[in-house]
């Protein structure tokens, strides 16, 4: 198979950052995607409604002309965070839903939740709302290995969280190991996952064999193969609970190239392309539009894109990197190397 026509896909996890990187990072999203799942995490988080209508418009603005994207925002939910708030977020049209960070898990989330089981009046609404609670799964104690941590979360954190509100819709995000795909699997349909196409493609010798490799620092990290494996067995089977989500987290060159690098990849450049790799490698191209472009709608309540997106098998060299309007550089995953697939626009 070497030309692929798909509907357009959309992006149910992606960062865009704000000034001079979102200007950079969305068109590459907006060339492809139709819509995307906006995180909240920048610095300040967007905590309100008005925040995330704020964010929405400078997004919006920063769309180039003759592009059309739809950004659906969500908030950060804190131990702060209001009943009054989720009810409003809920009657918001362009909030679709809200961000659990465990405090001290990932970029800028130390304004996150420290006890998610201690939130229970929150996690109450939005049950009662059907707001989808979109979860960064890995536990922060610091006695758990890093490579742990997921699987530690499902056991102290969701399963206990679901069996107190087992109507909550929640989507665990960028999952990453066999454990997840399992519970995944064993919940009601109320329940999904987001995987990426760099866990889908590689594992942690790709961050750490030959020296350390930045570029595939994130979090959570690559796993060990049989995770992968296990990944990819789930995004390739047709299961309508698991669907795209990149993840694409751009960070400047200088702070993924430091004594301290930031937890990123930078994938929106060739997200379809990397997913599109990914399944080729089991021979399961026949699955890759539920996983890009069915599954995620249908979770979320949505129609699906009408549009349709070729892509074709061809060689597609990926930059050294991107220059940012604040001087700085932005490094893609896989720079400097020749991706197998192309977008080759709509059609």
């Given amino acids: 198979m070497n030309e692929l026509i798909l509907r357009q896909p959309d992006d149910w996890h992606l960062h865009l950052r704000d000034g001079a990187m979102l200007a950079t990072v969305l068109p590459h999203t907006a060339r492809q995607c139709a819509r995307a799942i906006v995180m909240p995490n920048l610095s300040p988080p967007v905590t309100t409604v008005a925040q995330a209508r704020a ?18 925002m969500t908030l950060y939910l804190t131990e702060q965070t209001t009943v009054a708030e989720l009810a409003a977020a809920a009657a918001d049209p362009h909030i679709h839903a809200v961000k659990l960070y465990p405090a001290g898990a990932t970029t800028n989330s130390d304004r996150g939740v420290r006890d998610p089981l201690a939130i229970d009046p929150l996690l109450a609404e939005l049950e009662r709302f059907g707001l989808p609670l979109l979860v960064h799964g890995e536990v922060v104690d610091p006695a758990v290995d890093i490579f742990d941590r997921e699987a530690r979360f499902i056991e102290r954190v969701l399963t ?5 509100f087992p109507a909550l819709r929640l989507v665990m995000e960028h999952i990453t190991t066999a454990e997840a795909v399992a519970f995944v699997q064993a919940q009601s349909a109320r329940v999904a996952a987001t995987i ?47 669907f795209m989500g990149t993840d694409s987290a751009p960070h400047s060159q200088a702070a993924k190239e430091s004594a301290c690098g930031c937890a990123g990849a930078f994938t929106a ?9 990914a399944f080729d490698t089991v021979g399961r191209l026949d699955q890759l539009e539920a996983f890009t472009s069915l599954n995620g709608p249908a979770f979320y309540g949505l129609p699906v894109n009408a549009r349709r997106v070729r892509l074709q098998r061809a060689p597609q060299p990926v930059p050294a990197a991107y220059a940012v309007a604040d001087g700085s550089t932005l490094v893609p995953l896989r720079a400097g190397e020749t991706l197998p697939w192309q977008f080759a626009g709509f059609v």
Avoid: D
């Fill in 196 to 242: 990426t196409a760099h866990h889908l493609l590689f594992n942690r010798n790709a961050m750490l064999v030959g020296g350390i490799r930045p570029h595939y620092y994130c979090l959570p990290v690559l796993k060990r193969e049989h995770h992968r494996q296990a990944l990819l067995a789930s995004a390739t089977s047709g299961a309508g609970r698991f």
């Fill in 55 to 72: 964010y929405r418009e400078r997004i919006l603005a920063a769309l180039p002309e003759g592009m059309a994207f739809e950004p659906l």
């Fill in 160 to 164: 206990p969280i679901l069996t107190r």
């Fill in 269 to 277: 450049y060739a997200a379809l392309e990397l997913y599109a790799e």
